[in-house]
């Protein structure tokens, strides 16, 4: 059975880096589409990215250039960074395989970041 | 990237039918079929109930059905159950190779 779990701080400073990391198991990372997505309180879900086994990778182009993902197949996991954090990163963080990289078919049980001083 | 469009609620009665819209453009549900349906109860993470416009992943009640015209995606639930009530969102590939969801759709079975 496909299980993910996320992994970080629950709190992060305005400024700082966000790093979260998803550690897969039941499957094996060199294989479909691995994504992060996210979602402020009350409000809908927001795609963050994906990267793929073979290094393809993007992003919600909205959060230009502060977003990383990468992937660590020895280790089953990948991982999000997100740079210069706001208190409009505030969310709950998912992150979630893909069978493709729109269709998000396994999620973690998501872990909530709050951006604050 | 603009959010995909849907309304903010809808409801029905138990039995009955509902449709939920998904309103894109070209760049997204109306130049691929490649839309996606999620189911959200409160608390939970999301669940994939269609794909590829109109795909049920195994384990998903045929009572969901999705389809597609032009830049509008539509999800329909036949036999409502008071189970169904929860927040659907739907989702589309677009033309930069990204994903964008719509606002979500709170379902209220009456």
């Known amino acids: 059975q496909v299980q993910l779990q996320e992994s970080g701080p629950g709190l992060v400073k305005p400024s700082e880096t966000l790093s979260l990391t998803c550690t897969v198991s039941?499957?094996?990372?060199?294989?479909?589409?691995w994504s992060w997505i996210r979602q402020p309180p009350g409000k809908g879900l927001e795609w963050i990215g994906f990267i793929h086994y073979t290094g393809s990778t993007n992003h919600n182009p909205s959060l230009k250039s502060r977003v990383t993902i990468s992937v660590d197949t020895s280790e089953n996991h990948f991982s999000l960074k997100l740079t210069s954090v706001t208190a409009a990163d505030t969310a709950m963080y998912y992150c979630v395989r893909g069978v493709r990289v729109y269709a998000h078919d396994y999620w973690g049980q998501g872990t909530l970041v709050t951006v604050s001083s | 990237q603009s959010a995909l469009t849907q309304p903010a609620s809808v409801s029905g009665s138990p039995g009955q039918s509902i449709t939920i819209s998904c309103i894109g453009t070209s760049s997204d549900v109306g130049g691929y079929n490649y839309v996606s349906w999620y189911q959200q109860h409160p608390g939970k993470a999301p669940k994939l109930v269609i794909y590829d416009v109109s795909n049920r992943p195994s384990g998903v009640s045929n009572r969901f059905s999705g389809s597609k015209s032009g830049n509008t995606a539509s999800l329909t639930i036949s036999g409502l159950q008071a189970e169904d009530e929860a927040d659907y969102y739907c989702s589309s590939y677009t033309s930069s190779s990204t994903v964008v969801f719509g606002g979500g759709t709170k379902l209220t079975v009456l």
């Open positions: 039941g499957d094996s990372l060199s294989s479909y589409y």
